[in-house]
């Protein structure tokens, strides 16, 4: 998702009346629900490994899919199990861009806890899903149920089906 695009949607949410705010909305996220244990693969420009504390740092592009779900950002921290033998959790920094499915959502940070398969999101919070938008200060994914739940000053314009109002 582009930033121009990113700032389009932005326009169209705050220059119209407001469809609905609340302190938080559950939404469904993505086709199907995720399997949280099929393999990481990442993708970057650069990788720092430190032994010492069992993580590792990407940088520059980096791509991480696992399934259907994509997510990509500037920097994007692996941490390790303590016995190494798994992904214990990625903190992905610098502008956040997750996709599953159709739907699209973009924040400032984003922590994936890859064996609960949950994600928050958070910093200007912007859901994505066909024509309807959703924002917030916080979201939280959980990959294995296929939702999300947005929280912090929720916005949306709920459209009407038939387009008439």
Known sequence: MTHSFRILIAVILFCQPLGAAAQGAQVAFGNTAQDSSLPV??????????????????????????????????????????????????????????????????????????????IEMEGDVLLVQGINALSGDKMFVDTRAGTARVTGRVKTILQPENGNQ
Do not use: C, H
């Open 41 to 118: 693969e990442v993708t970057a420009d650069n990788l720092d490994v430190n032994q010492q504390d069992g993580t590792a740092v990407f940088t520059g592009n980096v791509l991480i899919g696992q399934g259907e779900m994509r997510l990509s950002a500037p920097r994007v921290l692996v941490v390790y199990k303590n016995d190494q033998s798994g992904i214990e959790e990625l903190q992905a920094t610098g502008g956040v861009t997750l996709v599953s499915g159709e739907d699209a959502a973009e924040a400032s940070r984003a922590d994936y806890n890859v064996d609960t398969g949950l």
